[in-house]
Every structure is written in C-alpha cells, then in structure tokens.
C-alpha cells in the first residue's frame, strides 16, 4: 500500500483532515491494471460455490486454509518489512467477515445478489474514510459512486425477497466489512513504511483459518469429497491468494475509495460464470444495474491521476 511521510499514529489527528498517503508517481495505469485482474480472479467464486455445494463455513476455511499454505511457501520472495501486529489482527478479523458472509450469503441465495451486495463496499470505504480519518472524497468519485449506486440499487430491487433476507443481509454485512477491510489494509502498509505483501495475505489467511476452524469442528461439517477439497483449494491459490497479491500492490497506485471503486468488475462476471456453469440465469435487472456498474468503472479507470497528494481519497 502507500508510502507516506504523513504520521502513522494510531489516532488520526480530530482537528484536521487526515491527509491521504502519497502514490507512486505514474503508477495509476499499472495499479488499474493490477485491480481488474484481481477483480477477474475474484469473479471465480460463485461458480465454485454453486459447484462444490459445501457447506459455506467449510468452504472459506479450506479456501483460507490452501491460500495460506502457498503464500508460506512465497513469503521469502516477497519484498517489504512485517506489518504491525494490531493492524494485522485487525485486518485478519475483517478479512475472515468478509470471506465467511459472502459465501454465506452466496450459499442461501443467488450469486448475483450476494456478490453485488457486497459491493456497496465503495460507499462503505467512502464513508468510513470521510467519518474516521476526515478524507474529502473527489468530484469525480462522487459521480461514479452515484452511477454504481443506481447499478446496485437496480439490481437489488429486481432480485429482492422479504422471506429471504439472510442472504442479502449477509451481503450487506460483507459489503460494510470490505469497506473497512480496504482502510485497515492501507493502513498496514503505510505503518510498516511498506509492508511484505505475502506477508499480509498469509496471515489474514492464516488468521480467518484458525478462526473458522473451531466453528467447523463443533459443526462437523469438514468432513469433503476429494475432489470438492481439491476445487476448493484450488480456488483458495487462484482466486483468493493471488487476486490479494495484486490488490495489496495496487493500493500503493491507486487510493483506497477508487481502488473499491475499480473492482466492481467483480459482481458484474461473478453472476456471468455462474450461468455458463449452472442454471441460474441473471434477470434482466442484473443485467442493467451490471451496466451501470460498469459505466462507473470506466469513468473512475480513465480519471486522470493525481501529481501530488491531497486530502481527497
């Protein structure tokens, strides 16, 4: 994430706004780039929740499980110092609310409303940068915030059900916790002057494990097929360690509200796979709000970068 000379105390100043981090100077393409390869990767679970049908808390911890072992194995090829520890905790817990709800939320309902739910994370992040750390939030991410608004908002009245609220709650939920999550991991790396991103994806992968694995004991429900552990595991290298990879290396290019922004390529081919896999078929408000999801996409994509830092996010 950024480097900044900005103070890295645990308490952001009350009186003033708290100035974002510095960017890497002609960074943004590549940080762009970074978050819609992520976001592809990331767009890989619901099929795999639709295919595997395990249970959800089973799912994110053999997942977490698998990614952790392989960023072991990378740690050393990593750059950057070992973020601080009350940081990592933080962002370990999050990180295990985050993975656990969305499958959660996948599991009981239909991919599309889980994963686009989830992402009203962009308004999330905006608020929670704005309420706790005093940022200003640009013109032009205010715009593609309102478009990717009216693209959830549509898509979540078309697909709406009162007797089925866990899993759009658990959506929300997941939503509010990517927000914070995106905060909290720039604040790792900003703390620990540039912290080791392997390091940060093994142990909030580390950490949701060990949370999730007394859970999955008492509920007796690790017991997998082989093949559905092999898929699973599979998922948890290609579409959990590596798409984090890029995200923690993007952060350092492009600020926390247009990164959450950036990713919303995510829900929009989330749903799309799912329906080349299985029977369940987008409905035609899906389809609009993914437009205009995309649209806000793209207009926070071209927006120039900026040359030096301010207290926009």
């Known amino acids: 994430m950024t480097q900044s000379p900005v103070t890295t105390s645990d308490s952001p100043p009350v009186a003033a706004p708290y100035a974002a981090p510095a960017l890497r100077p002609g960074g943004r393409a590549a940080g762009v780039a970074m978050l819609i390869a992520a976001s592809l990767l990331w767009s890989l679970s619901g099929v795999v929740v639709k295919v595997v049908k395990i249970d959800a808390i089973a799912f994110a911890f053999w997942r977490s499980a698998a990614a952790a072992g392989v960023m072991l194995l990378l740690l050393p090829l990593g750059r950057g110092k070992l973020p601080p520890l009350k940081w990592m905790l933080a962002s370990a817990t999050l990180y295990t609310l985050v993975v656990t709800l969305l499958i959660t939320s996948m599991s009981v309902s239909t991919a599309a409303t889980g994963i686009l739910l989830q992402y009203t994370a962009p308004l999330f992040c905006a608020v929670f940068a704005r309420v706790f750390l005093g940022r200003r939030i640009g013109k032009g991410t205010l715009i593609a915030m309102t478009v990717a608004g009216i693209g959830i908002a549509t898509m979540i009245a078309g697909s709406w059900k009162a007797e089925n609220w866990l899993g759009p709650f658990c ?19 900003r703390a620990a002057g540039g912290a080791n991103p392997f390091a940060i994806v093994l142990c909030n992968n580390a950490g949701a494990a060990l949370i999730l694995l007394p859970i999955c004991l008492g509920t007796g429900v690790l017991r997998v097929q082989p093949w559905q552990l092999g898929l699973v595991a599979a998922t948890g290298v290609v579409q959990l360690a590596i798409p984090y990879v890029l995200f923690q290396h993007a952060l350092r290019r492009v600020r926390p509200v247009d990164a959450s922004l950036l990713i919303l390529l995510e829900p929009v081919l989330n749903p799309v796979w799912v329906a080349l896999a299985t029977s369940e078929r987008p409905d035609g408000f899906t389809l609009a709000g993914g437009l205009a999801i995309l649209v806000a996409m793209v207009v926070e994509a071209v927006k120039p970068a900026q040359s030096t830092p301010d207290p926009q996010s």
């Open 171 to 189: 959506g929300l939920l997941s939503g509010a916790a990517v927000g914070a999550l995106i905060l909290v991991l720039e604040k790792i790396d």
